[in-house]
């Protein structure tokens, strides 16, 4: 079968991007033919001051996009496309496009973007929701993408009008959702729940399970508000035991990170930078347990994939889709989200057994074999590939049926 992926990458990679490359890959292994159509928010540095202004309209509905992508498909003829991001270089206007080549258009939801403007539902350190139960216009007043009122009214705008149009609801034929909790959460910001899939990521290739226990703390991602990271920091002043903390990443954050470790002596913090994948697996196997302080719902992270593949246990925010996808007390640990106190027991809990990070580690490579490897994905991916087509496919066009309805057998 022949699928399109479409993706705009960020200005910083992130786990989404990994994701996406992985499925792509994951598709290729089984013989499928892939037609990637991808663009970069870092075309924005490129551009004249002028040009940005203008490019406003184009977050909205770019007509561009659209007429490349409705090429594109005539080219190709693919039996779906498979949405991940269309902010901000390429713009819901290509659902548009699909729909008028009556072809199947499934799109993940990486992250909350279809009902919070600033994507995370949250402000301040805390969860957000506000632009659900009152509005999106509290996102503007609030400034939060960005701390940006113009670049957030544009995003608000881009949802409102869509939402007036009936893209969410009718352009795109199936969704996918990182965890039960995101899906609950879309569908009460008002997406079809018929059309809501749900499908973890996964982690490929196999790192193997780890085969001595860890002698260090670890976070893994990137170093900006949401994820809690200052939590983070200031848990580890609470501690009276000097356990070694290793932080891996980059972001806006990572000056002032640093500049506060060394500032409240935390000799204990090792902050290593942004590593290749292949180092970052390393890294986890060598830890005793992650930590993921985040303060906002996230999606899937991949870090505790990852650290699950590897045979890791994790300590995370007892918030959103984290909460259900780590058990608490038998693949890891939950916390308080924002509270350092709490923070700074369990880590001192958790390293003064350790039988039961042992314990909760086989469980969560136990756990990973179970959901998050590549082959249990590709099921999964295939089963959702058929149902987007099935649902979408007695509502398109007679000579679409004909060329798809063979296609869709063979899946």
């Not at 406003?56 to 659209?66: G, H, L, N, R, T």
């Not at 000056?255 to 970052?280: D, I, K």
Request: net charge neutral; with cysteine; glycine share 6%.
């Amino acid at each position: 079968m022949k699928f399109v992926i479409i993706h705009n990458s960020y200005q910083q990679p992130g786990g989404e991007d990994v994701v996406v490359s992985q499925e792509r890959n994951l598709l290729e292994r089984y013989g499928h033919k892939v037609v990637s159509y991808l663009r970069s928010n870092n075309e924005i540095g490129q551009m004249s001051r002028s040009r940005r202004l203008v490019m406003i309209k184009d977050i909205v509905y770019s007509e561009a996009s659209k007429r490349e992508i409705l090429d594109l498909l005539r080219k190709e003829q693919p039996d779906l496309v498979h949405v991940h991001n269309t902010f901000m270089m390429i713009s819901p206007s290509v659902y548009e496009a699909c729909h008028e080549e009556g072809v199947p258009v499934l799109q993940t939801l990486h992250n909350y973007r279809l009902l919070c403007p600033a994507f995370t539902f949250s402000r301040e350190g805390e969860v957000c929701e506000e632009c659900v139960d009152h509005g999106l216009w509290r996102s503007v007043l609030h400034r939060c993408y960005r701390d940006s009122r113009l670049t957030t009214a544009a995003l608000a705008l881009t949802l409102q009008v869509h939402r007036a149009r009936g893209t969410w609801n009718d352009r795109i034929d199936g969704y996918i959702a990182l965890s039960n909790f995101a899906r609950r959460k879309f569908v009460e910001g008002g997406l079809p729940s018929s059309k809501m899939h749900v499908k973890p990521n996964f982690v490929y290739p196999d790192p193997g399970a780890r085969e001595t226990p860890g002698s260090y703390a670890l976070f893994v991602g990137r170093l900006s508000a949401e994820k809690g990271l200052r939590t983070l920091l200031a848990a580890w002043e609470k501690l009276i035991t000097p356990i070694p903390l290793v932080v891996i990443g980059d972001g806006p954050l990572n000056g002032a990170l640093r500049t506060h470790a060394t500032a409240r002596n935390l000799h204990s913090v090792e902050f290593r930078g942004w590593l290749s994948q292949a180092e970052t697996r390393a890294a986890i196997k060598q830890a005793a347990f992650v930590i993921t302080p985040s303060l906002w719902y996230e999606g899937f992270p991949m870090t505790i994939a990852e650290a699950f593949a590897c045979g890791t246990p994790v300590l995370c925010s007892k918030l959103g889709g984290m909460e259900e996808i780590v058990v608490d007390r038998r693949t890891g640990i939950h916390f308080i989200a924002g509270s350092t106190e709490d923070l700074a027991s369990k880590v001192e809990e958790a390293w003064r057994q350790p039988s039961l990070l042992t314990s909760m580690g086989r469980e969560a490579r136990h756990e990973y074999e179970s959901h998050y490897t590549a082959d249990k994905n590709y099921s999964l991916l295939m089963d959702i590939y058929h149902q987007t087509m099935s649902r979408s496919i007695q509502n398109r066009p007679a000579a679409f049926r004909e060329r798809a309805l063979p296609n869709l057998e063979r899946a």
